[in-house]
């Protein structure tokens, strides 16, 4: 059993950044492969990044390549999703996901297990 929370969202200008963090309960994160996902209003949810249990290994979205950055701290039990150059598209509830091995296919919601609750990250132009 994995509980995800994630904190850090708020409101930040085109241009700027945010740090979204997950937190994750129980003592065996580092077998995890986690990824971030987001949804906007209307529109269904969509991939952003993923890390592999270790960290040796990610995946994101064309949309987000360059701008934002997954890593994770086994340690702290966390995962975080860097975002710079924000956007307005970039408006959108972010969702931590935990998977119990790695896929094949990162990107697809139903490779994950576990979903954090989300939190809200507005961009103004």
């Known amino acids: 059993q994995v509980q995800l929370a994630e904190v850090g969202g708020g409101s930040a200008q085109a241009g700027g950044s945010l740090r979204l963090s997950c937190a994750a309960s129980?003592?065996?994160?580092?077998?995890?492969?986690m990824a971030w996902f987001r949804q906007a209003p209307g529109k269904e949810r969509e991939f952003v990044a993923a890390?592999?249990?270790?960290?040796?290994?990610?995946a994101s979205a064309d949309s987000v390549k360059g701008r934002f950055t997954i890593s994770r701290d086994n340690a702290k039990n966390t995962v975080t999703l860097q975002m710079n150059s924000l956007t307005p598209e970039d408006t959108a509830v972010y969702y931590c996901?935990?998977?119990?091995?790695?896929?094949?296919?990162?990107?697809?919601?139903?490779?994950?297990?576990?979903w954090g609750q989300g939190t809200q990250v507005t961009v103004s132009s």
């Open positions: 996901a935990a998977a119990r091995s790695w896929s094949s296919r990162p990107g697809l919601t139903s490779s994950y297990e576990y």
């Open positions: 129980g003592r065996t994160f580092g077998n995890y492969a």
């Open positions: 890390i592999t249990g270790g960290g040796g290994t990610t």
